[in-house]
């Protein structure tokens, strides 16, 4: 069996990272994960992936 990753799939991930990354600023230099995830409107999980 082949693992095949879907280009929707692709999309999907960096859209969820670039939303976390664009929390980061002067005012919000560091975040925990529970913070990034409210903030983004993303889980707690799917936000832990990315940190």
Request: proline letters at 4%; charged letters at 15%; glycine letters at 6%.
């Amino acid at each position: 069996m082949q693992n095949e990753i879907h280009q929707r799939d692709l999309i999907v991930g960096l859209q969820k990272g670039l939303a976390l990354i664009q929390l980061f600023s002067k005012a919000n230099p560091r975040l925990t994960v529970p913070q990034a995830a409210k903030m983004s409107g993303l889980t707690q999980s799917a936000a832990a992936v990315f940190f």
